[in-house]
């Protein structure tokens, strides 16, 4: 159309959605265009619709700006907004004033792939325009640097969106590139470079994904990845010899020239190799979103290149390499990859950097890197354990250094180097409370979280929010013996009632998962000094810990924890005959038959057992009016050790107090032992007996059945055991429980002390917190009885 033909073209707008930006200050309103040229007459002869959309930024609203007046005047001066729609422009408006400020801050993201920066070869005296694109081609068939200028211009006119769509539609264009990049990439890198950035722009969009691997475009910037990173390694070797000469001849003034004549000519070839990688990588990260490229990938060895590239001393190539590493690092294979070589040590030198973009993407990788026990380690190894702990005083930083430090807190080897650094925060906020239940775990880590009154702060807090997580943090303080124990009853001299506070809350109607870690802390406190039946009576705790151990009053870790609570009061004998008269120990069987498939539940409870066998008045009980010693008897040859142990310890005191139950367990023992002794002689004669089954003339050396007459074979003649095999069970279970005879053949009995009790008392059994034996986290198997 002419320019006087104006009159006949007719555009009409049409309102669309209204929205806030995502990120900065401002509306963005969705409208459509609809041209129409009409005819002479007025009749419509052509029409054209658009989808556009405007941004009315705005500058001036912050915390103070008066929302109503605001949207008044956004809808008066936007004709794209209709009036009756104010409501909903106030509305928008509030939620921008209103937004977290984290979101108004720089975002620490990877550089977008379109901010690629023009470099070096790009400029031109000339204008690109799309009508000329046959010329451009044109030039493609001339020498070096006339293909150079060509593929220049045509880069020109693919930096614009808007032409992608019309280059495609020339068949030509995209082939001859493609051709010469194959046949040319070697003999110019500005060339290369420039293809490549072309193909870098069909690359940002995902539908031109296709047409970039026909012409296989990404296998061909693998290829020069993997040449230029050899020529690299060429340029280095060629270097570091003529460096060397120079130093071997300090006088000689040839070859210092000579070596820094190299050096410049090797910087001017490193800037021009930089962009070559920085274009090829970015290409590739782009197909990449495509698992089935990236693993096409990956089977070319990527991850190995791009862990050689951690080596450049470019920040914006390095930004690319870890964010690349890290898309990738989210795959097993990949990550075992990363783990093979030396991935986390060239990582370590770029924690701390002065570069946000680079140490952020950087922190995000080693993130996902410590999922992985082995790279922890190597992490820690590189000495990252310190500088992650000053990159917390980072406020852009601090969230993922503090994801990474409590990975590896969570590793028992490391959590004692926790005490060395600034790590410990004296003020717990609410992100850091995970942390912190991890190195509370140590016991030099408790003991600086206790220092001054931070105890008393902890317990306040705990108990005022009911936070059950900072109370699992209070419980693993008070699971270490010494100093940090012993101030939940008295701190600095003063007298502190941190038991009656956390028994106070046992009998209240609080959370479940609050009362369980409550009732865990008051299990860890064995203090001497505290009177646990003073604590119960005040409390009124008997009948609530009578009531949970009926099975299916309460969730199992609750019950557990219950257990737990019963076999730590139970060390007091005053505590244990109060628990006695109120029907604890039938309840305790009850609940054993109803988990006994439960490892952590038959462990917990015969560890009771083993409590209340120390007091006279529970002792009787359990013997003569339970039928708990039968049980034990049972779980005596049990799979699980732990088990195994405590039963042990618990039938040997009982077998010294009760003649009658002590010829059972010694029976039981012989029993026992023989059947196994027996299963090894049939083995081992299975074993033996097949190569010297027939002698020298062929017959056979000794009958399979006569081997079991022939006591001479499995009984030493030393004088302890007699050659016929007559052995007592009494005898046997002497000698298993470590009756040896002494040097005058009498019994030598160390196993009592004076008081009547084993000399090795088994420890608590550790527990995890509401263990399950299908997690096989404690024993390292499922029990099953």
């Known amino acids: 159309m002419q320019a006087d033909d104006a009159r006949y073209l007719k555009r009409k707008y049409k309102s669309g959605t209204l929205d806030v930006h995502p990120t900065e200050k401002a509306l963005v309103v969705q409208y459509e265009v609809e041209a129409t040229i009409l005819g002479e007459m007025g009749d419509p002869m052509l029409g054209e619709r658009k989808e556009c959309q405007k941004i009315i930024r705005l500058k001036s609203l912050n915390s103070n700006t008066d929302i109503a007046s605001l949207a008044r005047k956004v809808v008066e001066e936007c004709r794209l ?5 104010l409501p909903e422009v106030e509305q928008l408006l509030f939620y921008l004033q209103n937004r977290k400020k984290t979101a108004e801050k720089k975002e620490n993201k990877p550089i977008k792939p379109r901010d690629l920066t023009s470099f070096e070869g790009m400029e031109l005296d000339e204008e690109a325009n799309i009508n000329s694109i046959d010329d451009y081609v044109e030039l493609l068939y ?3 640097p006339e293909k150079i200028r060509g593929a220049t211009l045509i880069l020109h006119l693919a930096r614009n969106p808007d032409n992608l769509e019309e280059l495609l539609q020339n068949d030509t264009v995209l082939g001859a590139l493609a051709r010469v990049l194959r046949e040319d990439w070697k003999h110019s890198v500005d060339l290369a470079t420039t293809i490549i950035y072309v193909f870098f722009c069909f690359s940002s969009f995902s539908q031109f994904h296709g047409l970039i691997a026909h012409y296989k475009i990404g296998a061909l910037c693998m290829s020069i990845i993997e040449h230029e990173l050899k020529r690299n390694d060429l340029w280095l070797d060629e270097l570091q010899k003529k460096k060397k000469a120079g130093d071997d001849d300090p006088d000689n003034q040839n070859l210092k020239k000579e070596y820094e004549k190299a050096l410049k000519k090797y910087n001017g070839l490193l800037a021009k190799q930089e962009q070559l990688l920085r274009v090829a990588l970015y290409l590739l990260l782009n197909l990449s979103e495509d698992t089935r490229t990236e693993l096409k990938m990956r089977n070319k060895n990527i991850v190995h290149l791009l862990v050689k590239m951690l080596d450049r001393d470019s920040e914006e190539l390095l930004v690319l390499v870890v964010s690349f590493l890290k898309k990738l690092s989210i795959f097993l294979e990949n990550k075992n990859d990363m783990a093979e070589i030396d991935t986390v040590e060239k990582l370590a030198k770029l924690v701390p950097c002065e570069h946000e973009d680079l140490l952020n993407v950087t922190l995000r990788l080693l993130l996902n890197l410590s999922f992985d026990t082995g790279l922890r380690s ?22 993922i250094a503090m994801c990474i430090l409590y990975h590896i807190s969570m590793d028992d080897r490391f959590k004692s180097m926790f005490a060395y650094t600034d790590c410990i925060p004296q003020r717990i906020d609410t992100e850091l409370i995970s942390f912190c239940i991890n190195l ?4 030099r880590n408790a003991q600086i979280m206790c220092e001054g009154n931070c105890l008393k702060m ?5 108990l005022k929010l009911k936070d059950p997580l900072m109370m699992k943090m209070i419980r693993n303080i008070s699971q270490h013996d010494g100093p940090s124990k012993n101030l939940f009853i008295c701190s600095n001299g003063v007298f502190e009632d941190y038991v009656g506070d956390l028994a106070d809350q046992i009998g209240l109607k609080e959370e479940e998962e609050f009362v369980i870690e409550c009732l865990g802390t008051l299990s860890n406190l064995t203090i001497p000094d505290l009177d646990w039946e003073l ?25 557990l924890e219950v257990v737990i609570m019963i076999g730590t009061v139970s060390m007091d004998d005053s505590c244990a005959v109060m628990l006695a008269k109120s029907g604890i120990i039938p309840a305790l069987i009850e609940l054993l038959n109803a988990q006994q498939e439960d490892d952590e539940f038959v462990c917990q409870i015969v560890y009771v057992f083993y409590q209340m066998v120390f007091h006279q008045a529970t002792r ?8 708990a010693p039968a049980y034990l008897i049972d779980l005596m040859h049990d799979k699980n050790a732990e088990i195994r142990k405590v039963c042990d310890s618990t039938l040997d005191i009982i077998a010294e107090y009760d003649v009658e139950w002590g010829k ?3 029976s039981e023992k012989f029993r026992w032992h023989n059947s196994q002794w027996l299963e090894m002689v049939e083995n081992r004669q299975m074993d033996e007996a097949e190569p010297f089954m027939y002698g020298d003339d062929g017959e056979p050396f000794i009958h399979n059945g006569d081997i079991l007459e022939r006591p001479d074979l499995f009984y030493s003649a030393d004088g302890i055991i007699p050659a016929d095999g007559a052995i007592s069970p009494e005898f046997f279970t002497d000698f298993q429980n470590g009756y040896l005879l002494g040097p005058q053949g009498f019994p030598n009995r160390s196993l009592t002390d004076g008081y009547g009790q084993t000399g090795v008392n088994p420890a608590r059994p550790a527990t995890a917190y509401g263990f399950r034996p299908d997690e096989q986290f404690y024993y390292g198997y499922t029990g099953s009885r």
């Open 142 to 144: 001339e020498d070096i």
């Open 535 to 559: 604590v119960l009576k005040e409390y009124n705790l008997v009948p609530y810990l009578k009531d949970h151990l009926k099975p299916g009053s309460a969730e199992d870790d609750l019950i």
């Open 664 to 666: 059972k367990i010694q």
């Open 620 to 627: 009787d009980v359990i013997i003569k009016e339970t039928q």
């Open 440 to 443: 509370a775990a140590n016991k």
């Open 458 to 462: 902890l317990m306040k807090r705990a």
């Open 81 to 85: 907004i209709s009036p009756s729609r």
């Open 378 to 399: 190597k992490m820690v190894q590189m000495g990252l354990l310190p500088k992650l702990t000053l990159l917390l005083g980072d406020e852009a930083q601090r969230q």
